[in-house]
C-alpha cells in the first residue's frame, strides 16, 4: 500500500531552518518525482518544487530559489525539505506528494506543521 | 498560470448537485488539470485528473470537463462526506491551485 509518511511538527525562531522528512513505503521509490507544497492558515496550497529521486535532480519554485533544498536518501526511501531563513510567512502545512506517471501527484504525505514564531 | 474558483462558498443539501468552475489566466492544456478534495485537518486527495479522468477509486458521482481556460468540477447527489474544500491544480512545468471552493451544508 503506497503511503508517504513525515516527520512530526516543529517549532522555529525567525531566522532558523527547518528540515521536513517524508518517507515512502509500497512502491520504487526511485520511479516517482517527490513534490513538496504548503498550505498556510486560510491561505491556498503553494508549489515549493520537486525533487527525481533518481537522478537528485531538482527544480524549485522561483520563490523559494536559494532558501529551499531537497534532497533524498535513497537507502531509506526518504526525501528531505530544507528552508532556512525562516519567518513568521513560513507558518504553513507542509506535504510532501509522489508524482505519477500522468505527471499529476497522486498520493500525499500527511503534512506537517511548521510553526515560525519567537 | 493564476487559476480562479468560483464561488468561494457553494451551501447545498445531501442529495443535490454541486457545480464549481475553476478559470485559467492563459490557456492549460487539459492534460494539465486536476481536481483535489480536502477535508478538514487531512491532505489533499487527488478525484480528477488529465481535466476529466477519474483516479483511481474516485466515485463516478465525479465529474471534470473543460478545456482551455475554463474548467468545471461536477458532484452529482452530494452525500455527507462530499462536504469539504476543493481545489484545481495545473501542472505544468510550475503548478499552481485555485483558492478553493467550500461546499458546505445547507
Known amino acids: 500500500q503506497i503511503q508517504l509518511v513525515q516527520s512530526g511538527a516543529e517549532v522555529k525562531k525567525p531566522g532558523a531552518s527547518v528540515k521536513v522528512s517524508c518517507k515512502a513505503f509500497g512502491y520504487t521509490f526511485t520511479g516517482h518525482y517527490i513534490h513538496w507544497v504548503r498550505q498556510a492558515p486560510g491561505q491556498r496550497l503553494e508549489w515549493m518544487g520537486w525533487?527525481?529521486?533518481?537522478?537528485?535532480?531538482?527544480k524549485y519554485a522561483q520563490r523559494f530559489q536559494g532558501r529551499v533544498t531537497m534532497t533524498r536518501d535513497t537507502a531509506t526511501s526518504t526525501a528531505h525539505m530544507h528552508l532556512t531563513r525562516l519567518t513568521p510567512d513560513d507558518t504553513a502545512i507542509y506535504y510532501c506528494a509522489r508524482e505519477d506517471t500522468t505527471m499529476v501527484t497522486d498520493f500525499w504525505g500527511q503534512g506537517t506543521l511548521v510553526t515560525v514564531s519567537s | 498560470i493564476v487559476l480562479t474558483q468560483s464561488p468561494g462558498t457553494l451551501s447545498l443539501s445531501p442529495g443535490e448537485r454541486a457545480t464549481l468552475s475553476c478559470r485559467a489566466s492563459q490557456s492549460v492544456s487539459s492534460s494539465s488539470l486536476a481536481w483535489y478534495r480536502q477535508r478538514p485537518g487531512q491532505a489533499p486527495r487527488l478525484l480528477i485528473y488529465a481535466a476529466s479522468s477519474r483516479a483511481t477509486g474516485i466515485s463516478d458521482r465525479f465529474r471534470g470537463s473543460g478545456s482551455g481556460t475554463d474548467f468545471t468540477l461536477t458532484i452529482n447527489r452530494l452525500e455527507p462526506e462530499d462536504f469539504a474544500v476543493y481545489y484545481c491544480?495545473?501542472?505544468?512545468?510550475?503548478?499552481?491551485f485555485g483558492q478553493g471552493t467550500k461546499v458546505e451544508i445547507k
Open positions: 491544480q495545473q501542472y505544468g512545468s510550475s503548478p499552481t
Open positions: 525533487i527525481n529521486p533518481a537522478s537528485d535532480g531538482t
